[in-house]
């Protein structure tokens, strides 16, 4: 069977979801998936931006990584999206480029694929769940399939949350524990595609 194709596609102002978000294509790829790694197009406005130097920084240091598109989607037989915390929802980047989706949702392109999404905010009751089950509210639109990490591998119960990786950035990066959550949850989606995948390839061999 071919292998699954995997779409990473983040948005990361100051590197955190950028870090978890290469762990989960660390993850995914170790699964035997096929990783592509994208970031959501900046729209904030360079004097927003040049308020805070961290935020000029990752903008430099994530210039290589490729801007995600609509291709991206389509070619993806399951998709993780990264959004900060903001305000207890996701950030506008990503939202702008999931409503730009309509022609593909339109088109029944983005049904019937794996969704999963991880999260960071500042403190620790900061709006994670939220923000998590808000883009969750997107992938039914979509018809899609959520697969969250939930309590099902020995990471989840020290990272603890089931909804989706996340983590407390007011503590510093990304912390090992951080990091395998995301680890675990890309080859979660991967595995869980990967059987869906091979269960539609047998059932449309039986037609
Ligand atoms: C406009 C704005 C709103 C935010 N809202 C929240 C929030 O509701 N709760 C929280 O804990 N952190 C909040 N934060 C902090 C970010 O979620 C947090 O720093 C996140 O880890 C940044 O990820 P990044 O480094 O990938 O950009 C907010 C930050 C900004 C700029």
């Known amino acids: 069977m071919e292998p699954v194709n ?3 596609i983040y948005y990361s102002a100051t590197g955190t979801l ?3 978000a290469r762990a989960a294509a660390e993850g995914a790829e ?3 998936a096929n990783v592509r790694l994208r970031r959501v197009a ?3 406005p360079p004097a927003a931006i040049e308020t805070n130097p961290a935020w000029v920084q990752h903008l430099r240091d994530a210039a290589d990584v490729t801007e995600a598109g609509l291709d991206d989607l389509a070619w993806a ?3 993780l999206f990264g959004t900060p915390t903001r305000f207890g929802t996701p950030s506008t980047q990503i939202k702008a480029f999931i409503d730009a989706t309509g022609p593909l949702w339109r088109e ?3 049904a019937d694929k794996v969704y999963s999404a991880f999260t960071a905010s500042n403190t620790a009751h ?3 769940e939220s923000t998590l089950l808000g883009l ?3 992938f039914y639109h979509w018809g899609g399939i959520i697969v969250p990490p939930g309590y099902t591998d020995p990471v989840q119960f020290r990272s603890g949350n089931p909804y989706g990786t996340s983590h407390v950035s007011g503590g510093g990066p990304p912390d090992d524990v951080a990091l395998e959550a995301a680890r675990f949850q890309a080859r979660r989606v991967v595995d869980t595609t990967a059987a869906l995948k091979a269960g539609r390839a047998a059932r449309s061999a039986d037609r």
Do not use: S
Request: charged share 15%.
């Open 108 to 110: 029944g392109k983005l």
């Open 6 to 8: 995997v779409a990473i």
């Open 18 to 20: 950028h870090t978890l």
């Open 30 to 32: 170790k699964a035997g």
């Open 42 to 44: 900046e729209t904030a």
């Open 77 to 79: 037989d399951a998709v």
């Open 136 to 138: 969750g509210n997107v």
């Open 126 to 128: 900061g709006g994670q």
